[in-house]
């Protein structure tokens, strides 16, 4: 996990964490990143949770990678880590979006999506997005279900059928295949307008698609 100990990505680590998988939670600093994980053992010291602080570099080294930065670190977060991704499956969650007055709402980068960016930049690595639309409060807290579907877009369809498994691995998720990597602007942007529903009508709303059994 890259940038692992913001809201969003320490969210999904302790989801797959709590589903029995290994996982290395990665900082810029790996002092900043072992706080994350003492916090969340101490605040889940209920359940087995299999994860370890690490250095952004020590992280990439992982089988799959998951990008979870704040999207102005995306691109000197991972062209920083090229040898430790190349060959692998780097799974970004990152939403370019801001504040606009009061409004969050999406940015859109020269290359069209963050998704487009990295890969752009990595082009050894097998791109793909995941994780965009699931409310980090929600992700933090084990007692809360979370019933939600998960849009996943790569240039491969083996890539992404591996990233709708990890996606699966979290109870009550469900992970679907909307296309290459020009889905990528379409579900980025959607993440500003479900911050804006959650922030207006008080709630934790995430994505389902109906008409799917």
Known sequence: MLGGTGPAGSGIALRLAAAGMDVV?????EERAAG???QLRQRWAGH???FVPAANKEAAEADLVVLATPWEGA???VGELERELSGKILVSMVNAMTKWGNRMVPLLPPTGSVAEAVASLLPGT??????????????LDLDEELDADVLVF???????????ELVESIPRLRGFDVGGLGSALAVEAMT????????RYKVKASLRLSGIG
């Open 36 to 38: 994350v994980v003492a």
């Open 126 to 139: 097998r791109v793909a997005g995941a994780f965009h639309h699931l409310p980090a409060s929600r992700l």
């Open 25 to 29: 939670v990665g900082s810029r600093s």
């Open 154 to 164: 790569s240039a491969s369809r083996p890539t992404t059928d591996e990233v709708i």
């Open 192 to 199: 500003a307008a479900l911050v804006e529903v959650n922030l």
């Open 75 to 77: 691109l000197s977060t």
């Open 48 to 50: 087995e949770l299999h």
